[in-house]
């Protein structure tokens, strides 16, 4: 029997042709009956944001590779996946750029109050001198401390400091000596970097070690005019807790894109807090990036597919137990 690609997540045409070139490709959203049916018998699945877990894997006993349309890939369990030999890959470098630019775009959002001064304008209130009541604080020159610096740390720290003449601190799972002597970063400890940034720009990865990573007590440790922006995962923040830092003032005000359950729910206390601006988890999403995204992920899923070595391979255990 040939191979069948079920697809869980809307792909262009083109990616979807390439695909049916040379596999059966079936396409059905993971809340369709379709889904389960068709997972029953699919070797490669492709998409984005579903859950890949034991429960999942146990109903798809063909699976040889699962390609994440996606750079984070918390959404897998890569130990059971690797234990079963299926192959796992993901879509990293080609959206570093566009995420950078939306991460460093929603903290000057954020900072200058772009989205409460853009509704100010269009519900018409602007009919007098705008009130100091409506300042903003300023980005250039002041430190930003990014926690997670990979590859779109790097490119963040890159525009703020050539663009805006930051500082930038930086907390890592280790040392990153490229971007202390490119942007001279300064590395320090968690605490320390949360004592002096005046921006905290969380950048790592969900783990089990990073899960609820910022709490009550980070936020207490920030300074009250901090500016907090999470481009990562929701589950690295505590969201009570934030929403406690911002409705009592323990810090000034903070920018998301990303929500520990995403879309956020309607009456989640992020949706009445002025100080808070919100995304819903854009930062990848221009058509350039996203169509490089996808291909990416149907090269790698057809190289797999077809025995050769895929791109961006998150499993190579896997990989080398089949030579
Ligand atoms: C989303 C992202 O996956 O790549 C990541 O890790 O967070 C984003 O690119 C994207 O929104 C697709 O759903």
């Known amino acids: ?57 146990e109903r798809a006993p063909l699976l040889k590779v699962v390609s994440n349309i996606s750079v984070g890939y918390d959404n897998f369990d890569v130990e059971e996946l690797t234990r079963r030999g299926i192959l796992a890959t993901n879509t990293p470098d080609v959206l570093t750029e566009t995420t950078a630019d939306a991460i460093f775009g929603l903290l000057i959002a954020t900072a200058r109050r772009i989205p409460e001064l853009d509704k100010y304008v269009k519900e018409g209130h602007w009919n007098a001198r705008l009130s100091p009541s409506f300042f903003g604080v300023d980005v250039h020159g002041k430190k930003l401390g990014i926690i997670g610096m990979g590859k779109i740390g790097q490119a963040i720290a890159q525009r703020a400091r050539f663009g805006f003449k930051m500082d930038i601190l930086y907390h890592n799972r280790s040392r990153n000596l490229e971007a202390e002597e490119e942007f001279g970063a300064t590395y320090l400890e968690m605490d320390d970097l949360l004592r002096q940034a005046d921006f905290v720009c969380l950048m790592a990865p969900q783990t089990p070690e990073t899960i609820g990573l910022i709490s009550r007590r980070e936020f207490k440790l920030m300074k009250k005019s901090t500016i907090f922006i999470n481009g990562s995962r929701g589950g690295l923040v505590n969201e009570d807790d934030l929403a406690a830092a911002l409705k009592e003032g323990y810090i000034l005000a903070a920018g998301l894109d990303v929500y520990v359950q995403e879309p956020i729910a309607e009456n989640h206390p992020f949706l009445s807090l002025p100080n808070l601006v919100t995304l819903p988890h854009i930062g990848s ?25 895929p791109g961006a391979l998150i499993n190579e255990e896997v990989m080398a137990g089949r030579v």
């Not at 045409?13 to 369709?32: I, N, Q, Y």
């Not at 997972?39 to 890949?52: E, N, P, Q, V």
């Open 1 to 57: 029997m040939g191979e069948k690609v079920l697809v869980y997540s809307p792909i262009s045409e083109e990616g979807a042709r390439k695909l049916e070139e040379r596999f059966t490709v079936v396409m059905a959203t993971p809340d369709s009956p379709e889904f389960m049916k068709e997972l029953s018998s699919a070797t490669g699945l492709i998409g984005t944001g579903l859950k890949i877990d034991l429960a999942l894997l």
């Open 285 to 309: 999403a221009t058509s350039e990036t996203r169509e490089k995204m996808e291909k990416m992920a149907c090269r790698d899923l057809i190289a797999t597919l077809t025995g050769e070595r």
